[in-house]
């Protein structure tokens, strides 16, 4: 008597049922639910983050049958956010990390418009099969690029 159930609802659309008192704190319903964990799991619920660990359920509306949402994020305690990744030093734009990865698909590209340039403008030098290797490659840079960045 007195109880409520949660459904706890997880990323990867897992769902765990939660029986909990009305009085309970978020505080007691990480602790119960996620022992030793409490700081890395943040609490959603109705799009608002459960930050403060002493509210009561009761006092967020919390009725049974609700549905919070539950990430664990990567070390961060609830106290302290998150701080950004550390930089490499150097002449990068905020925002632009440079790395091999990221400078690939312009390199290919551009070496590809180099090809069709002068196959083109000195299209005797090349033989049929050199085309056809050209045509391949560009199919297959473009499904790849395509691949890539077209989600």
């Keep these: 008597p007195g109880l409520i159930k949660i459904r706890l609802k997880f990323l990867n659309d897992t769902e765990e049922v939660a029986v909990a008192r009305p009085e309970d704190t978020v505080g007691i319903l990480k602790s119960k639910y996620f022992p030793g964990q409490e700081s890395q799991m943040k609490l959603i619920y109705r799009g608002q983050l ?4 002493a509210r009561t359920l009761r006092s967020l509306r919390i009725t049974d049958n609700c549905v ?6 990567r070390g961060t305690t609830a106290a302290t956010p998150a ?11 905020p925002g632009l990390p440079l790395g091999g990865g990221t400078l690939m698909v312009p390199t290919v590209m551009v070496v590809l418009a180099l ?3 002068f196959r083109i403008n000195y299209r005797q030098l090349f033989t049929a099969p050199a085309t ?7 199919v297959l840079v473009t499904f790849l ?3 890539l ?3």
């Design 115 to 117: 090809g069709w340039y």
């Design 132 to 138: 056809v290797s050209l045509i391949g490659v560009t």
């Design 50 to 53: 459960l930050q403060d660990q």
């Design 68 to 73: 919070i949402h539950c990430h664990r994020s």
């Design 83 to 93: 701080l950004p990744e550390p930089t490499p030093a150097g002449p990068t734009a």
């Design 149 to 151: 960045y077209g989600q």
């Design 145 to 147: 690029a395509f691949g």
